[in-house]
């Protein structure tokens, strides 16, 4: 199975503050990989698919990158509503896997 | 608009089963492959099945693996998972969610596994 890290498990940023966060695949997945924005008692939702491409109606501050092993959430300018849990999940091959999730707290 | 609801959770005795359904609208659920994928209260998300658009392919996560059946019906739109043998480890929010990047998640139903 293909084991995806994400780091941090958590962090604390203020209002304004450009954060990354990254998720590592154990195996190589190419571009496989979306990111969801989860929060507390709600369903996750989509932002990023194949690794850079934003879903509809995502704001641009919302951005990703890397291939292969080694891939970046980054939210470029943090807001209030941006506060949540983050996810990444490689669909290059079954089973399906998740990272662990990267809280994001307000400072 | 991209729908995807949920029913069928609910409390169930371990050795029971439960049927969910995921209604699906607003696009041409023949043509996508389907998961369920669950989160147990606190935790992270965890995969459970996919079935093709045709369901000429089907996963299971080992831990459901001949327990759990997923299935769909094209001509009404839906995607089932029928449970059997639930433990209390298969406690849960339960979630419909399209394609195997998943681009979109229904709201979820509770499942909960308990004497």
């Known amino acids: 199975d293909i084991q995806m890290t994400q780091s941090p498990s958590s962090l604390s940023a203020s209002v304004g503050d450009r954060v990354t966060i990254t998720c590592r695949a154990s195996?190589?997945?190419?571009?496989?990989l979306v990111w969801f924005q989860q929060k507390p008692g709600k369903a996750p939702k989509s932002l990023i698919y194949?690794?850079?491409s934003l879903q509809s109606g995502v704001p641009s501050k919302f951005s990703g990158s890397g291939s292969g092993t080694d891939f970046t959430l980054t939210i470029s300018s943090l807001q209030p509503e941006d506060f949540a849990t983050y996810y990444c999940?490689?669909?290059?091959?079954?089973?399906?896997?998740f990272g662990g999730g990267t809280k994001v707290e307000i400072k | 608009e991209v729908q995807l609801v949920e029913s069928g959770g609910g409390l169930v005795k371990p050795g029971g089963s439960l049927r969910l359904s995921c209604a699906a609208s607003?696009?041409?659920?023949?043509?996508?492959?389907m998961n369920w994928v669950r989160q147990a209260p606190g935790k992270g998300l965890e995969w459970v099945s996919s079935?093709?658009?045709?369901?000429?392919?089907?996963y299971y996560a080992d831990s459901v693996r001949g327990r759990f059946t997923i299935s769909r019906d094209n001509a009404k739109n839906s995607l089932y998972l029928q449970m059997n043998s639930l433990g209390v480890e298969d406690t849960a929010v339960y979630y419909c969610?399209?394609?195997?990047?998943?681009?979109?998640w229904g709201q979820g139903t509770l499942v909960t596994v308990s004497s």
């Open positions: 999940q490689q669909y290059s091959r079954y089973p399906l896997t």
């Open positions: 194949a690794a850079s």
């Open positions: 607003g696009f041409t659920f023949g043509g996508y492959n």
């Open positions: 195996q190589g997945i190419g571009n496989h």
């Open positions: 969610a399209r394609e195997t990047g998943i681009s979109y």
């Open positions: 079935i093709s658009s045709s369901s000429s392919s089907i």
